[in-house]
Nanobody, 127 residues
Framework: QVQLVESGGGLVQAGASLGLSCAAS????????MAWFRQAPGKERDFVTA???????YYADSVKGRFTISRDNAKNTVYLQMNSLKPEDTAAYYC?????????????????????WGQGTQVTVSS
């Protein structure tokens, strides 16, 4: 069982930067693929970025070049650094953990691959 707690959300202006953190419980954090998803009001939850247990990183096209995911296995924490924020980045951001071992295309972007989810943290970007 893994418990995830996100922090770092808030209200910022367009063009600003914001960092999110997700602290995980348990001793097997390094074996999980960690991801961030986001859900805007009235929309489905979408994949943002993931970092695999081997350290590979993947990004949605909409955030590529602006967002950076990283993990610190010693601290059981995954981070999301968001730069050049846009109003369309406004959403609730969710941290997720997957123990799956997959090698197919885009498996890391599928919600059903993640068994553990945080409660979410709100990011609001004003124009």
């Amino acid at each position: 069982q893994v418990q995830l707690v996100e922090s770092g959300g808030g209200l910022v202006q367009a063009g600003a930067s914001l960092g999110l953190s997700c602290a995980a419980s348990g001793s097997t954090f390094s074996t999980y693929t960690m991801a961030w998803f986001r859900q805007a009001p009235g929309k489905e939850r979408d994949f943002v970025t993931a970092v695999t247990w081997t350290g590979g990183t993947y990004y949605a096209d909409s955030v590529k070049g602006r967002f950076t995911i990283s993990r610190d296995n010693a601290k059981n924490t995954v981070y999301l650094q968001m730069n050049s924020l846009k109003p369309e980045d406004t959403a609730a951001y969710y941290c997720a953990a997957s123990s799956a071992r997959r090698y197919g295309a885009n498996w890391y972007a599928q919600e059903y691959e993640y068994a553990y989810w945080g409660q979410g943290t709100q990011v609001t970007v004003s124009s």
